[in-house]
């Protein structure tokens, strides 16, 4: 069993910058490909990032591309989202994800985490 904890999330002005995190509990960290999703208020969660079990490679959707960048330390047991240039449409609960697929994160996730807030005022 794993456990994911984000932090990180508050409130922004568009144009700002955030920085999230996920520490990660259980089972070996390098077991999994790390992803970040978000859920908007009446919205379906949706994808964000995602980062291979080593770091080799990164994924996101189109509408962070530019913006957003995911990493992890593995002697650390993290994974972070550096968010930048961030607008309103970014407002969202933002969840880790873990998957022991390894090299993608897909939507059934072996664990998710509880989530953060981030709200971008304009």
């Known amino acids: 069993q794993a456990q994911l904890a984000e932090s990180g999330g508050r409130l922004v002005q568009a144009g700002g910058s955030l920085r999230l995190s996920c520490a990660y509990s259980g089972r070996t960290f390098s077991s999994y490909a790390m992803g970040w999703f978000r859920q908007a208020p009446g919205k379906e969660r949706e994808f964000v990032a995602f980062?291979?079990?080593?770091?080799?490679?990164?994924s996101y959707t189109d509408a962070v591309k530019g913006r957003f960048t995911i990493s992890r330390d593995n002697a650390k047991n993290t994974v972070s989202l550096q968010m930048n240039s961030l607008k309103p449409e970014d407002t969202a609960t933002y969840y880790c994800?873990?998957?022991?697929?390894?090299?993608?994160?897909?939507?059934?996730?072996?664990?998710w985490g509880q989530g953060t807030q981030v709200t971008v005022s304009s």
């Open positions: 994800a873990a998957d022991s697929r390894r090299v993608i994160v897909t939507t059934t996730p072996d664990y």
């Open positions: 980062i291979t079990w080593n770091g080799g490679r990164t």
